[in-house]
């Protein structure tokens, strides 16, 4: 595999490097329907986001996708929900997803508790899939979180299954790197 920059990787190289971070997917591959999508979902630990939040930060590379979530997690500084990826028409399914799946675990987000902020990102696989099929549903959300696991699978999976980049076949990748932090850790 390449490795760019002087900095040295993770044990896998992979953004489940970070301790409790777990990636998983659920790839929808329907020829016959011309769907090619899915789900990736990123949680940032195992217990629940919403009561145990943890510290993030946002930078936009191409501020052309469509996301959901990102403002409060600027403004707040915080995750409150695991990070998901999916084609551009399921964003709001998914999102709804998220916000079910909370309130399922904690019945009063969203009463006498303070509401969820779901965050999901786009990843328009448009070129590849007719997003019009309107095919990632909560189930696909559920089974890409029950599916995450500090392994997981790269490439065509998930949210990346009908990605291209410039005509290009592309995908779901990772990386990362090892940094000193004040106090001796990294």
């Not at 329907?30 to 510290?55: C, F, I, K, M, N």
């Not at 964003?91 to 009063?108: D, S, W, Y």
């Not at 559920?142 to 005509?167: P, T």
Request: proline content about 5%.
């Amino acid at each position: 595999m390449p490795h760019i920059g002087a900095l040295s990787a993770g044990a896998r190289n992979a953004i489940t490097d970070v301790a409790g971070v777990t990636v998983g997917h659920a790839t929808l591959d329907r020829p016959d329907e011309d769907v090619h999508t899915g789900v990736t979902v990123v949680r940032p630990h195992a217990g629940s986001a919403y009561l145990q939040r943890v510290p993030a930060g946002v930078a936009v590379l191409n501020g052309f996708g469509k996301s959901l979530g990102l403002m409060q997690v600027e403004e707040l500084g915080v995750l409150e929900s695991p990070i998901a990826l999916t084609n551009t028409f399921a964003v709001p399914a998914v999102a709804q997803a998220q916000m079910r799946q909370c309130i399922a675990a904690h019945p009063e987000c969203g009463r006498s508790w303070p509401t969820v902020n779901p965050l999901v990102l786009e990843c328009n696989d448009g070129f590849l899939s007719d997003q019009q099929r309107f095919a990632v549903r909560e189930a696909d959300y559920l089974a890409a979180w029950q599916a995450a696991d500090a392994d997981f699978a790269l490439g065509a999976v998930g949210a990346g299954r009908g990605m291209s980049c410039h005509g290009l076949k592309g995908g779901i990748g990772t990386a990362s790197r090892r940094i000193a932090v004040d106090g001796g850790g990294d």
